[in-house]
């Protein structure tokens, strides 16, 4: 069992306190959440202090296990693209393919894959002491958001189905997509790395409260499925009308070329998602089809919220003091 998310060091346990009880849950999901007690959980089966690596060995380490991840999920993209290729040959006079071809019993692996890119992605841009802090000054709790921003956008650069866009089209769909995305990747962190979210001020407007609200929306669904999270994360990047009063295709700002391997990721995706909570509902088909009936009506609902909060936004935040990136990301320049 690893010892520390990012930084582990030959160090007393003693230095490493439970904010808590002292007996938090350690499991495959929440082990990141309590490194006090993952340490104790860690001895108590028999780990050896002295085998602990030192943090250089840790450097090379982390380094081969990232180089590795990177070529699985390279490898399996590459085995995906073929596939894709290989049935758009035998399916020409369509438009795009059934992805139900693309997945067998591989597709649980594909996402755990995917979900390590992510984690591997936050753990090297996200700062440990990293807390979501709303205060007054809606400026401040703005460009908080660049981090994590900046987390997500190297998390998609290393999907082969966004790789493949020209990069003005990348920018089309950051641009258009990633500020309804926000809540979703706060809540995520939040389970992930327990990062806190602190609403110390109702904000104008109680916009505060309006931004935590929809940080929790997903709570229901997938309070402990982070896999799922990551799952929706990607569907809607890949959406050409999450946001906007028409479809990215329609108001020609994508290229028909751009526009069939935007519609290939996205169906491939959601296809994916299928398959996922097929699997997590143990092949119940009806219960698969009203979890992804909720996921629809809670994501129509996170659509009305952002609507809300950016409309506040519009009329309360200070752009000349607003981040670069959050100007683009919520459309000010």
């Known amino acids: 069992m690893q010892i520390y998310r990012t930084k582990t060091k030959i160090v007393c346990l003693e230095q490493f306190i439970c904010r808590l009880s002292g007996e938090c849950k350690i499991d495959e999901r929440s082990r990141r959440q309590c490194t006090a007690c993952r340490l104790r959980k860690c001895f108590a089966m028999g780990m050896i202090k002295e085998r ?5 060995q840790n450097q090379r380490h982390r380094a081969l296990v990232l180089e590795n991840r990177r070529q699985k999920f390279k490898k399996y993209q590459q085995q995906q693209e ?16 059934s992805t139900s071809y693309l997945f067998s019993n591989s597709h649980l692996r594909y996402i755990d894959l995917i979900f390590d890119l992510f984690i591997e ?33 190297m998390f998609f650069k290393q999907l082969s189905q966004f790789q493949q866009l020209p990069v003005d089209d990348r920018l089309i769909l950051l641009k258009n997509n990633i500020k ?14 327990d990062i806190k979210i602190l609403v110390n001020h109702p904000g104008p407007n109680y916009i505060n409260n309006k931004i935590a609200y929809a940080s929790s929306l997903f709570e229901d669904i ?5 896999k799922l999270l990551i799952l929706l994360i990607v569907i809607f990047l890949f959406c050409p009308c999450l946001f906007t009063n028409e479809s990215l295709y329609d108001a020609g700002y994508i290229n028909n070329h751009s526009r069939q391997l935007i ?17 997590k509902c143990l092949d119940q088909e009806e219960q698969a089809v009203l979890t992804y009936m909720k996921i629809v009506t809670t994501f129509l609902h996170l659509q009305n919220v952002t609507s809300e909060i950016y409309g506040i936004v519009e009329c309360s935040v200070q752009v000349d003091q607003l981040h670069m990136m959050m100007q683009s990301v919520l459309h000010l320049t």
């Open 52 to 56: 602990i690596r030192t943090e250089e």
């Open 82 to 97: 073929e596939t894709r290729l290989r049935i758009l040959g035998e399916h020409h006079h369509q438009d795009f393919c």
């Open 121 to 153: 992605s936050s753990q090297q841009i996200i700062p440990e002491d990293f807390i979501f802090k709303y205060d007054y000054d809606l400026t401040n709790v703005l460009n908080s958001y660049c981090t994590p921003i900046s987390c997500l956008i």
């Open 180 to 193: 309804i995305l926000l809540p979703l990747l706060t809540h995520l962190l939040n389970t992930t790395f």
């Open 222 to 226: 997938a309070l402990d499925d982070n």
């Open 263 to 279: 519609q290939y990721a996205y169906d491939e995706y959601t296809q994916l998602l299928w398959y996922y909570i097929l699997e």
